[in-house]
């Protein structure tokens, strides 16, 4: 029977300044090979990490220097050849990865913090449209059209119009992890063709003129996994209030709205939203003033604890969307 290695990933997550942060590690992944953006990762220890949350929390010190609070196991991983040591006689890794909520804080080593809409930036509609897709578009035609057969052609027009909102579909801003897959398979994000010629299928590369799209890569599959704590953390909002994981103690109603607005990657109505969270008591003010706000003094709310007992999903919602 092969080897098998378990490896732990961390996705930690922060909200600084109206942008959603990610906590990278430079890892070189082969000898002689360039570094690369990864997440935090590093494999379990059986002899001495008593459960997978606490050797999770141990790799994150050791490369970071930061201390975890809120974490939530996200996904596992186990692709063969995920990791391109597999194919060299390595050990199959499987990896256990975690989403992780914090405030921004100074880290160590070789970590740093990333804008993930870096990663992706077809995901960010704040701004409306964003311009990225007007490239994708065409890439994505001439995908469909390389189909083999009528069928397939029609089966890839029909999912490429679902998870990108094309030919009058709606965006979903959950399909993260969709859209990412599909771009991946399309050869169109670098680690696709990184991919195809470690593993010896050169001959599966897309077209030359299928340029992969301007997005910062990572290492291994750590943009996949990603991916899906991306997706996961914008359908959360809708249920659980782990956005206040992302707010100092006291915040205005207008920081807890950019805050939301970052994750999801839209616009919301201002009224809208100020309406839900009061009324759905999500929040108490504290009637206190923040005079830092640069024009008139804004009042200073918290996480009303209490909303956990009250109701099963008390999340933020999407209230008063501005559709893209």
């Known amino acids: 029977m092969p080897d098998a290695a378990i490896g732990l990933n961390a996705v930690i997550v922060a909200v600084t300044e109206e942008v959603p942060r990610i906590l990278t590690v430079r890892r070189e992944l082969a000898a002689g090979g360039p570094a ?25 010190r050791e490369q970071t220097g930061l201390d975890l609070g809120y974490v939530e196991q996200l996904y596992t991983f186990g692709d063969r050849n995920r990791d391109p040591r597999e194919s060299h006689g390595g050990p199959r890794l499987v990896s256990v990865a975690y989403l992780a909520l914090v405030r921004e ?19 960010d509609w704040r701004d409306g449209h964003p311009a990225i897709l007007d490239r994708l578009a065409p890439a994505l035609d ?3 059209a390389a189909a083999p057969n009528p069928r397939s052609r029609q089966e890839r027009r029909e999912r490429a119009e679902i998870v990108f909102g094309l030919g009058g579909v709606a965006w979903d801003g959950e399909r993260v992890l969709e859209r990412y897959e599909l771009l991946y398979e399309a050869g169109l994000v670098p680690e696709a063709r990184r991919d195809r010629i470690e593993r010896g299928e050169a ?6 003129d299928a340029e992969p799209l301007p997005a910062r890569a990572m290492a291994l599959d750590h943009r996949r996994i990603l991916a899906t704590a991306l997706g996961r953390l914008r359908g959360k909002l809708k249920y659980r209030p782990v956005v206040f994981e992302l707010l100092p103690p006291t915040f205005t109603l207008l920081q807890l709205q950019r805050v939301v607005e970052a994750l999801a990657g ?19 003010g504290t009637g206190r003033q923040d005079a830092q706000t640069g024009g008139r003094p804004a009042e200073l709310f918290v996480f009303r604890r209490e909303v956990l007992r009250e109701r099963p999903a008390p999340g933020v919602g999407l209230p008063g969307l501005r559709r893209p």
Request: aromatic fraction near 14%; avoid cysteine; charged fraction near 35%.
């Open 142 to 144: 001439s995908w469909v």
């Open 36 to 60: 690369e953006d990864a997440l935090p990762f590093g494999p379990l220890e059986p002899e001495t990490d008593r459960t997978l949350d606490r050797g999770l929390r141990r790799w994150v």
């Open 203 to 208: 001959d599966r590369l897309p077209p030359e």
């Open 266 to 284: 839209v616009r919301l109505h201002k009224q809208n939203f100020r309406r839900l969270v009061e009324t759905g008591g999500l929040v108490e």
């Open 105 to 123: 804080v100074s880290v160590s080593g070789e970590a740093r913090w990333r804008d993930w809409y870096e990663f992706f930036p077809w995901e």
